[in-house]
C-alpha cells in the first residue's frame, strides 16, 4: 500500500527558506508523477508544482522561489521554497499520480499524504 508522508512544514519568517520532504512507501520506481498541492484558510487546493520522469511545472506564484526535486534513492520528493511570502501560508500536501505524467488537476492524484502546515511568522 502507498502512504506519503510530508515534513518540514512549521512556522517561517517572510524571506524564509523551509524545505518541505515527501517520502514515499509502498512504491519503489519513479515511474509515478508526485506533485505538491496547497490549502490556505478558506481557499480552494492549489497545485504548486509537479514532477515526472519528463516533465516539472511549476505554480506562476512560485516560479523562480520554490524548486522540486527527487531522490529516487531515498524515495523522496523535495520542495526547497525561498523567499516565503505570507500567502505562502498553507497546509501542503503532496500526492501521487498512477501515470508517468503530471497533472495540475488534483482530482487526478490518487495517493495523498495528511498534509505539513506552512506558515509565516511576523
Known amino acids: 500500500q502507498v502512504q506519503l508522508v510530508e515534513s518540514g512544514g512549521g512556522l517561517v519568517q517572510p524571506g524564509g527558506s523551509p524545505r518541505l520532504s515527501c517520502a514515499a512507501s509502498?512504491?519503489?520506481?519513479?515511474?509515478?508523477?508526485i506533485g505538491w498541492f496547497r490549502q490556505a484558510p478558506g481557499k480552494e487546493r492549489e497545485g504548486v508544482s509537479c514532477?515526472?520522469?519528463?516533465?516539472?511545472y511549476y505554480a506562476d506564484s512560485v516560479k523562480g522561489r520554490f524548486t522540486i526535486s527527487r531522490d529516487n534513492v531515498k524515495n523522496t520528493v523535495y520542495l526547497q521554497m525561498n523567499n516565503l511570502k505570507p500567502d505562502d501560508t498553507a497546509v501542503y500536501y503532496c500526492?501521487?499520480?498512477?501515470?508517468?505524467?503530471?497533472?495540475?488537476?488534483?482530482?487526478?492524484?490518487?495517493?495523498w499524504g495528511q498534509g505539513t502546515q506552512v506558515a509565516g511568522s511576523s
Open positions: 509502498g512504491v519503489t520506481s519513479d515511474y509515478y508523477a
Open positions: 514532477t515526472s520522469r519528463t516533465s516539472i
Open positions: 500526492a501521487m499520480l498512477d501515470v508517468s505524467f503530471c497533472s495540475r488537476d488534483a482530482s487526478r492524484y490518487i495517493y
